[in-house]
């Protein structure tokens, strides 16, 4: 089954305490990409990686860093978590051909930073 | 880069109307334009799609309109039921393989 794996569900964490949310896809997706959603914004991109050792910024990068180590793993990582990084987080992957580019999303992070 | 724009924020309408959403776009590169459904508490998921070579796609009570020259396009959705109810994502690719995603529409459909 096609599946985009990101955990964990829900975080609860305090300023300045580095933390990790992981996304996992098993549909060999060349693209993946972290988005934040916040009430009235939409889905404001953060990074994404066309392919394995690639990423670039999105349109709010700040405070975010990502890795892509191996095509299925697309870790974003907060090394100081600030309370405007409260927010909704989503990791989406797709592929690159045509026909391709329909985005499937993780379920979810929701980020409580205090 | 590319600039999607989505009205209205909020949508409400009586069971059994219809229900219109437009985007306009920036780029003219760009070809795909996607539109994804939110329920409350999920992840977003693809509805309906449309490639810059076709004017109107329908999929049963949905459709999507796209206008090239005046660079918009549109959600119609026909004969709401309560379980429309959810936030919609318009987007467009600017040529490439990455969206740009428009603010949303949050949809209430009243019994």
């Known amino acids: 089954e096609a599946q985009v794996t990101q955990n964990p569900r829900y975080l609860i964490t305090v300023t300045g305490k580095k933390l990790t949310v992981t996304c996992s896809q098993n549909m060999n997706h060349e693209y993946m990409s972290w988005y934040r959603q916040d009430p009235g914004l939409g889905l404001r991109q953060i990074y994404y990686s066309m392919n394995v050792e690639v990423t670039d910024k999105g349109d709010v990068p700040e405070g975010y860093k990502v890795s892509r180590k191996e095509k299925r793993n697309f870790p974003l990582i907060l090394e100081s978590p600030s309370p405007n990084q409260t927010s909704l987080y989503f990791c989406?992957?797709?592929?690159?051909?045509?026909?391709?580019?329909?985005?499937?999303f993780g379920s979810g992070t929701q980020l409580s930073v205090l | 880069g590319e600039n999607v724009e989505q009205h209205p924020s909020t949508l409400s309408v009586q069971e059994g109307d219809s229900a219109v959403i437009k985007c306009t776009y920036s780029d003219s590169a760009s070809n795909y334009f996607p539109w994804y459904k939110q329920e409350l508490g999920k992840r977003p998921q693809l509805i309906i799609d449309?490639?810059?070579?076709?004017g109107e796609k329908k999929d049963q009570r949905i459709a999507v309109t796209l206008n090239k020259t005046a660079k918009h396009f549109s959600l119609h959705i026909t004969e709401t039921q309560p379980e429309d109810s959810a936030v919609y994502f318009c987007?467009?690719?600017?040529?490439?393989?990455?969206?740009?995603f428009g603010r949303g529409t949050s949809l209430i459909v009243h019994p």
């Open positions: 989406a992957t797709g592929g690159q051909g045509l026909a391709e580019e329909k985005l499937f």
């Open positions: 449309i490639r810059s070579n076709v």
């Open positions: 987007a467009a690719n600017g040529g490439s393989y990455i969206p740009t």
